[in-house]
């Protein structure tokens, strides 16, 4: 079933529970989230990182987790997920406050699946600077940072 389809369950599995995220993964497989610098090979360890993205209370400041495929390359091997995501009511990004702003950003998941269908290898990649601008910070999509920095000092 690794398709569209699967893609489809994937994302939505975020939205119902960490566990139905985790059933996606083989026995033995590896995670990387390559802006977090996190590798993961451990299905409890999976599970705490997904389970935040499950939450259903929009006033507890994790903020209820929008998805969207914006499309899919693949067929049974192997599979590029592009997507969307918004955190609708989410307090805080990467630990910068969000003082209600909405934001949004873009990524793309890269799925090496097993005989069964399962994620064995998953490599993903997203944009954390354009979020960081809407909120505010100096920092630009076009690369550097947008206002003067001062120099540390010794």
């Known amino acids: 079933m690794s398709s569209y389809r699967f893609a489809v369950q994937w994302?939505?599995?975020f939205r119902e529970s960490a566990e139905k995220v985790c059933a996606l993964y083989a026995d033995e497989f590896l995670f990387e989230d390559l802006i977090l610098d996190?590798?993961?090979t451990d299905k409890a360890e999976l599970h705490r990182v997904f389970a935040p993205y499950a939450n259903a209370d929009r006033d507890n400041g994790i903020g209820i987790n929008l998805f969207r495929i914006d499309e899919y390359?693949?067929?049974a091997r192997?599979?590029?997920i592009r997507w969307t995501w918004e955190p609708d009511g989410a307090a805080a990004f990467l630990g910068v406050p969000t003082s209600g702003r909405p934001f949004a950003t873009a990524g793309q998941t890269f799925h090496v699946?097993?005989?069964d269908g399962r994620i064995r290898?998953?490599?993903t990649y997203w944009d954390a600077v354009a979020p960081l601008h809407t909120l505010g910070l100096p920092v630009s999509a076009h690369g550097g940072i947008t206002a003067p920095v001062p120099?540390?000092?010794h």
């Open 11 to 13: 994302l939505k599995a």
């Open 38 to 40: 996190q590798s993961i």
């Open 73 to 75: 390359l693949g067929d």
């Open 78 to 80: 192997s599979g590029l």
């Open 113 to 115: 699946y097993d005989a």
């Open 121 to 123: 290898r998953e490599s």
């Open 151 to 153: 120099a540390p000092t």
